[in-house]
């Protein structure tokens, strides 16, 4: 079976921009979240969509959204960039919704750059 | 909100050498996941415990989780230098959505 996919994997932007990044999960899997990676902060909670909804979303601020398509692929969008986004943003999929019914497998991230 | 610690912060050991990484919670423990990630990559699945005293193994890694302490230990025998890496240890809450809180990761340099 083909592993998590992001695209794209480098990203450059500037300051005031908007971005949108994809992430396709493991063919059955419909449980889709988000994470970012920062050096200061570390591995972060954005959020998670099932079934098209989305079920949780982490602190932070409305500038970060996302959507979960009917085939299970999702987006997460940032508009009006900052520096501080920066980042690693990692996807990552499972079968079903909670936690230690089964593994999220995650995808190889996706680097923002903002200059 | 859980707050995951993991020590140590970083690891240097020779190679064929033992050695064993913590992950404390703040709060119970329901189940414990632990990952490697290499440098700006993505995580690799090593182990999830879902149970307390649970204690599972794959090739030389062996990972434990003690429900009354709130930890949970990762064991690596006789470390490789394909062991190197950033292992982090992630925790959700039962009965909700896969939101994880990772700890700061611990990460491990192998020399010859």
């Known amino acids: 079976k083909a592993g998590v996919t992001q695209t794209p994997r480098y990203l450059i932007k500037t300051r005031g921009q908007q971005v949108t990044l994809s992430c396709s999960p493991i063919?059955?899997?419909?449980?889709v979240s988000w994470y970012q990676q920062t050096p200061g902060q570390g591995l972060q909670f954005l959020f998670e969509?099932?079934?098209?909804?989305?079920?949780n979303k982490g602190n932070f601020p409305g500038r970060f959204s996302g959507r979960q398509f009917s085939n299970s692929r999702s987006e997460m969008n940032v508009s009006t960039l900052e520096l501080g986004d920066s980042a690693l943003y990692l996807c990552?999929?499972?079968?079903?919704?909670?936690?230690?019914?089964?593994?999220?497998?995650f995808g190889p991230g996706t680097r923002l750059t903002v200059l | 909100s859980q707050e995951l610690e993991q020590s140590p912060q970083s690891l240097i050991v020779q190679e064929g050498k033992n050695l064993t990484i913590n992950c404390t919670s703040s709060?119970?423990?329901?189940?414990l996941y632990w990952y490697k990630q290499k440098y700006g990559e993505g995580l690799i699945f090593l182990m999830m415990?879902?149970?307390?005293?649970e204690e599972k193994s794959h090739e030389k890694i062996t990972a434990k989780l003690d429900e009354k302490k709130q930890q949970s230990s990762l064991h690596i025998t006789a470390s490789q230098p394909s062991h190197a890496g950033i292992y982090l240890c992630?925790?959700?809450?039962?009965?909700?959505?896969?939101?994880?809180?990772f700890g700061t990761g611990t990460r491990l340099q192998v020399t010859l």
């Open positions: 992630g925790a959700g809450n039962t009965g909700t959505a896969s939101k994880l809180t």
């Open positions: 415990l879902q149970k307390g005293g």
């Open positions: 063919s059955g899997h419909r449980s």
């Open positions: 709060k119970t423990l329901y189940g």
């Open positions: 990552a999929s499972s079968l079903h919704l909670g936690p230690y019914t089964d593994t999220q497998y």
């Open positions: 969509y099932f079934s098209e909804t989305q079920r």
